[in-house]
């Protein structure tokens, strides 16, 4: 990217507004990463919270890459009619249902199981499930629900699916720009202190996501970039402010002012689709994207995460998963 486009792209990034919406995309349009080819041989990729909005949309662009689409949700009625919904967006669309609470680690456990016994491979795993809780909810394991659906269950769904992610596989985090706001500095993962609010667990967990995401991939295939060793590389995103559920019913009037702005679900899962797709994506790991270029994870700069905060969420999750770090490779 010459300097010009350079400094077009950052201060879209800077100014938020016009870089987070449909403006940004629009522009960045123009120079961006090409479009990934379509799949040369037949891929199976995992998307979480496929009943709808971001999910649903991610589906559907893969398909269109000749990707089969597992959509994993809580509603086994929602996912049959997002998949009715992406075979009439894409005619040669092949979608399967699972049915799984990512909150749940029981269910997520057996989702593990049934997929790793239907299929010897999977190309990709799309942690896309979202909520905002209302008030705090615990999961079926006791932990709070926004932490378990973000972090708990994904990490523990990318650690069992590990046996059939190999090669040139991928594992995208959709976080959100709403994580810049609060660096990652606090061991109160659960949320047990202060007045509750939805929308700061999701904030924090969407943080948390893009801290995982980058110990995931270096404990899998070493330091960010380049990719080394075999195993999937390990990406965070954010797509933007996308006209979706997660947007207009979680944050109403935020939608009815940006509306006129609001980026597409296709547009939000750009990117997500990118990144699964795009053989430049697997040429780096533990990076987090926004319009198919890699962004700073802090800004301003000196917003920094506390090392400490960091480990301990490494720990808490082990202890809370019972995964077994040492089969990442790295530990």
């Known amino acids: 990217m010459n300097p010009l486009l350079r400094g077009v792209d950052v201060l879209l990034d800077r100014t938020v507004v016009p870089g987070y919406s449909r403006i940004g995309s629009t522009v960045r ?4 990463a090409p479009d990934p080819e379509p799949f040369g041989s037949p891929v199976d990729v995992i998307v979480t919270g496929g009943s709808s909005g971001l999910g649903a949309a991610t589906a559907a662009g893969l398909a269109r890459l000749g990707a089969r689409v597992h959509l994993v949700g809580r509603s086994a009625d929602r996912l049959e009619a997002s998949a009715r919904r992406v075979r009439q967006r894409v005619s040669t669309a092949e979608v399967v249902v ?51 659906t973000h972090v708990l269950g994904p990490v523990a769904l990318t650690v069992g699916l590990l046996p059939v ?59 960010h970039s380049p990719v080394t060793e075999s195993g999937p590389v390990v990406h965070s995103m954010h797509p933007g402010w996308a006209d979706t559920p997660g947007v207009t019913d979680s944050i109403p009037g935020f939608a009815k002012i940006m509306g006129p702005i609001l980026r597409t679900d296709t547009d939000g899962a750009d990117t997500i689709v990118w990144l699964c797709a795009a053989p430049e994506a697997a040429r780096s790991t ?46």
């Open 165 to 223: 992610l190999q090669g040139d596989s991928r594992v995208v985090f959709v976080s959100s720009g709403g994580m810049y706001p609060v660096p990652l500095r606090d061991t109160d993962f659960e949320y047990e202190r202060g007045d509750y609010s939805g929308l700061t667990a999701y904030a924090r967990t969407k943080r948390m996501q893009v801290v995982v995401g980058e110990q995931l991939a270096d404990r899998i295939t070493g330091d």
């Open 286 to 331: 533990g990076l987090f994207w926004h319009d198919r270029a890699p962004r700073p994870t802090h800004y301003p700069s000196w917003r920094t995460d506390d090392p400490a905060a960091r480990d301990a969420l490494w720990y808490t999750i082990v202890e809370a998963t019972s995964i077994d770090p040492t089969a990442l490779g790295r530990g």
């Open 98 to 148: 699972r049915e799984c609470d990512i909150s749940d680690l029981d269910a997520v456990a057996r989702l593990v199981d049934d997929v790793t016994t239907d299929l010897d491979a999977v190309h990709a795993v799309v942690h896309s499930a979202g909520v905002v809780p209302p008030e705090r909810t615990l999961s079926a394991q006791g932990h709070e629900s926004a932490f378990a």
């Open 29 to 32: 349009r123009r120079f961006w």
